[in-house]
């Protein structure tokens, strides 16, 4: 067969295997609805990937139960994919949807409320004109009936004075609306640069708190909280003020998107006047105010030059009580804790979900990373006691709990989601045995008959304080010895891990014959507080280290993989991470993808959305940089308020040796680079100079372009750089490949 065909039917089948992939739908929430003495229904809500309209198509789906849990029915799925948001009142009377359309081609947002009969009523937030866009990304959102079940709660953007230019000729024909409209625009104030927060958070500039009264027909802007806070994540009180949390933006905005560490405090908003509850000095979310309205519970954690990530504090208030008592539920664990049965527990390093309470209002739920797994625990508030809910080696997470009742999330490598429903007493509270009844059955992946995954841990034999990292083995369970390319991985962040949890990526380079090695270097998180911060001061070294060693010990584990075929893929840090081992080891991997890779931290950090991240410096050197600049990804300790630029190059010496350009002399590997145009947590030019030094130096290397963000996920670009991914990784670690060699 010619090369031409050969590559025409080999795209293809990996064609083939993305539409097989992209037929599996992802969990995305689940709500709980009915009582637990009557009937019944979980509402799960899904997302799948339409690849002929190029986006992810949303849908919902209904399972009907009794009241012992026996499923009764399952409806057809309703598609939801213009809903940007939706909530039920307390009575579960009555819905509320922001809805996107475009009209006229003109796209606005919509606020609908809806009975069990008909659409009742409709509020076009354009023509209202009362503020910007509804805020609907996972940071600031909110969607929330007022306990009454007349009010609507949300987050949206400001509106501002229209600006025009200093001159424009006006119609001579001038009515007093024109008038009155002259008097609210403000002149020469177009080109004012407007702030905003950051990577997938574009256009969030100035956030207030909306309150539309359905049976008035009024939207009304809260007044009270500080014009240098950004309030989110806000609530309703049983007497129907406000709590939410607030994030600082003076003097600069910083990236809030997987940054846990930007300084916020929980408050109440309260006829009016603003009031703090929470600790200043710290970084919070995820208020959640108990059944009974009585209790307030957040996490919490040390905010500022710190790791962007990194474990929480549950914290409790009684909202009874006037004074200031805060009370610590669960610790930031350092290593790791002893909990209830011997378990080890190594903390929180996830948001709560919205509704995770128990009917007595004595009891919490939430779920969290641990190690390479995803578990789910119960937390009793009275006695900070933590129990582990029983589970198998699959990941578990927690969607929704009414009423003692809990939906939950069930998957892992090689299954996707499942959604499963469980009735909660006080009696499993503190054996965590919670039997559960799947609504769903995990679809069947073709070709993973002979595939498994395996969680494996390593220790070193030497003096370092964090000895421990952690992989993840996926591919086939057995073959010939050397006859499997394989790739490792390692991800992003640098502070956040990978769990085992069904991933498209992941299942496509499995059913395109590698197998995949996931690698927790020590610095990631769900391995306490301490493995996290282990990583300052030795990006580019200990967390290199953890990548080789890990596929070292893969090659001694499993005989079938190829150590002459053996590939990098990584993106951020991942890309980071897979440039530095093309260097440092030129000699052991034989092809490399890196996508939105940062390369140089010297030439980034004063571009990107988040200069404030410590990973390269030892705390002896951070004290003398204590009032300079701290970088992106080397670890400089930044007083972002008081911080001048420093005079000393030292520190750009340093940021410039923990980086892959100073090893980029060494590559030998055919390097894929994906950068996306729209990327504001690793600036493009990052990619495109690795790229450029590699083609200079002969080194083999192609360069794809996305106009996207740092993620790369939109339906376009995720298709054609995951397949473009996987042919060079095939392309060059084949056997004709290395043979030429």
Request: charged share 25%.
């Amino acid at each position: 067969m010619a090369l031409g065909q050969r590559i025409s039917l080999q795209i293809k089948e990996l064609v083939n295997i993305y539409k097989l992939l992209a037929t599996y739908p992802s969990l995305s929430s689940a709500q709980i609805l009915g009582t637990p003495s009557g009937r019944l229904s979980v509402q799960g809500s899904w997302t799948q990937r339409n690849l002929e309209r190029k986006t992810d198509q949303r849908f919902l789906q209904n399972y009907d139960l009794n009241s012992d849990l026996t499923p009764i029915s399952t409806g057809f799925p309703v598609d939801i994919s213009t809903e940007l948001m939706s909530s039920l009142t307390k009575n579960e009377e009555r819905r509320a949807v922001l809805r996107q359309a475009t009209i006229d081609n003109s796209t606005k947002q919509f606020i609908e409320i809806w009975d069990k009969q008909h659409f009742v009523k409709n509020y076009d937030l354009s023509a209202l004109d009362v503020h910007g866009d509804v805020y609907t990304d996972i940071e600031f959102r909110s969607f929330e009936w007022s306990p009454d079940n007349t009010k609507v709660l949300y987050i949206a953007e400001k509106k501002l004075p229209k600006s025009e230019p200093f001159y424009k000729q006006k119609s001579l024909d001038k009515k007093d609306k024109d008038k009155k409209e002259d008097d609210e625009t403000m002149l020469g104030n177009e080109y004012i640069h407007k702030p905003q927060w950051g990577e997938q958070l574009v256009g969030k500039h100035r956030p207030v708190v909306a309150v539309l009264d359905t049976t008035i027909d009024t939207i009304t802007i809260l007044s009270g909280i500080p014009d240098e806070f950004s309030p989110g994540q806000v609530i309703w009180t049983k007497d129907q003020d406000v709590i939410g949390v607030a994030w600082k933006h003076e003097p600069i905005y910083l990236g809030l998107t997987a940054c846990t560490n930007r300084y916020s405090w929980v408050f109440l908003l309260k006829n009016g006047e603003y009031r703090k509850l929470s600790e200043d000095g710290c970084a919070v979310h995820s208020p959640r105010i108990s059944p009974d309205g009585n209790y307030l519970v957040w996490l919490q954690r040390e905010a500022g030059a710190v790791p962007h990530h990194n474990a929480h504090k549950l914290m409790f208030r009684d909202l009874r009580v006037e004074k200031d008592h805060i009370i610590e539920i669960v610790e930031a664990v350092r290593t790791s804790k002893i909990i209830n049965h011997g378990k080890q527990f190594y903390g929180i390093y996830a948001r709560l979900p919205r509704r995770c309470w128990s009917n007595d209002s004595e009891y919490l739920f939430f779920s969290t990373p641990q190690r390479n797994n995803i578990v789910s625990y119960i937390v009793n508030i009275n006695t900070k006691d933590v129990t582990e809910i029983k589970n198998d080696r699959s990941s578990l997470s927690i969607l929704d709990v009414k009423e003692n009742m809990i939906a939950f999330l069930n998957t892992s490598l090689i299954q996707p989601s499942s959604l499963m429903i469980a009735r909660f007493d006080n009696e499993v509270a503190t054996s965590g045995n919670i039997p559960r009844i799947a609504l769903t059955t995990p679809l069947n992946i073709t070709g993973f008959e002979k595939i498994t995954y395996e969680q494996n841990e390593y220790s070193y034999d030497n003096d370092d304080s964090i000895k421990q990292f952690n992989y993840i083995y996926f591919g086939p369970k057995s073959g010939k010895n050397q006859s499997v390319p394989f790739i490792v991985i390692p991800h992003g962040g640098p502070h956040s891990s990978f769990a085992n949890t069904f991933s498209l990526e992941s299942a496509f380079f499995i059913l395109a014959g590698f197998a995949v090695v996931l690698v927790n270097y020590r610095g990631s998180t769900g391995m306490g507080s301490a493995t996290v911060e282990y990583l300052q001061g030795k990006v580019g070294n200990v967390d290199v280290k953890d990548c080789i060693t890990a596929t070292q010990e893969v090659l001694k584990k499993y005989s079938w993989l190829d150590p002459k075929r053996l590939g990098l893929c990584g993106g951020s840090h991942g890309g980071f991470l897979v440039a530095h081992l093309s260097g440092q080891a030129p000699d052991l991997f034989k092809a490399v993808v890196a996508k939105n890779p940062v390369i140089d931290i010297a030439t980034m950090f004063s571009i990107s959305d988040i200069p404030d991240c410590r990973n390269a410096l030892t705390k002896e050197e951070k004290v003398a940089y204590l009032r300079n600049v701290c970088i992106v990804e080397a670890g400089l300790l930044y007083n972002i308020v008081t911080g001048s630029w420093p005079e000393d190059t030292d520190m750009f010496v340093k940021m410039r040796k923990c980086s892959p350009i100073v090893y980029v002399d060494k590559v030998k590997a055919p390097t894929l680079v994906c950068i996306g145009t729209k990327d504001l947590r690793v600036p493009p030019s990052q990619g495109t100079m690795w790229y450029n030094r590699l083609k200079i130096n002969k080194v083999k290397t192609k360069m794809l372009v996305y106009d996207d963000n740092h993620q790369l996920s939109t339906g376009s670009a995720e298709i054609d750089h995951i397949i473009n991914d996987c042919l060079w990784l095939l392309e060059h670690t084949s056997k004709q490949s290395e043979d030429k060699k």
